[in-house]
């Protein structure tokens, strides 16, 4: 794991438990897979797969698969499959397919298909690159993108069970066990 600030080296803040803990703006952090992250605003986080990341404004994500990422407005988020997103406003999205994504106003979102998207705020717009559809999401309004190649979607009434399904999902590729996430080092 790399971590620098102004092209130097950073110091690594972890706690016992592993998790990177960053209380600083202006961090770049380039990490592996299996990492738990928390920093503060304007950063630009590299990552591969299965992390936590928990951030504040103004940062700028990049990872693989199989990642949780909660943060707060104006992020630029680009990543692989099996995301849950959950974030403020003003925030661009770029993901590809099973993805879960919960998001603020006024964001875009740039996905391919299967992926459920709620939409906590207004005026967000989902684009999906597998099909050159733009979608309107209304406020607190929950989709479902058809499969690849189908445009359209379907509205979910019952998010319970989407939920369920997703944890399913990710309990069947042995990322999360009774309900809590499993870290690998």
Do not use: H, P, W
Not at 12 to 30: C, P, Q
Not at 136 to 143: A, D, M, N, S
Not at 161 to 182: M, Q, S, T, Y
């Amino acid at each position: 794991m790399k971590i620098t600030k102004n092209g130097k080296d950073f110091k690594n803040y972890t706690n016992e438990d592993g998790a990177i803990n960053i209380k600083e703006n202006g961090v770049i952090l380039d990490c592996g897979s299996y990492s738990i992250i928390n920093c503060s605003s304007e950063n630009i986080i590299n990552c591969g797969s299965y992390n936590i990341i928990d951030c504040d404004s103004y940062s700028i994500i990049n990872c693989s698969s199989d990642n949780i990422i909660n943060c707060g407005s104006d992020n630029i988020i680009n990543c692989g499959s099996y995301i849950t997103i959950d974030c403020g406003s003003y925030n661009t999205i770029d993901c590809c397919s099973y993805s879960i994504i919960n998001c603020g106003s006024y964001s875009i979102i740039n996905c391919d298909s299967d992926n459920t998207i709620k939409s906590k705020g207004e005026r967000n717009v989902v684009i999906r690159r597998d099909v050159f559809e733009i979608i309107e999401l209304k406020k607190g309004q929950t989709i479902k993108l058809n499969g690849n190649g189908i445009k359209g979607y379907k509205v979910i009434e019952d998010k319970d069970e989407e939920i369920e399904e997703a944890i399913k999902f990710l309990e069947d590729k042995g990322i999360v066990k009774n309900g809590k996430i499993i870290i690998k080092k």
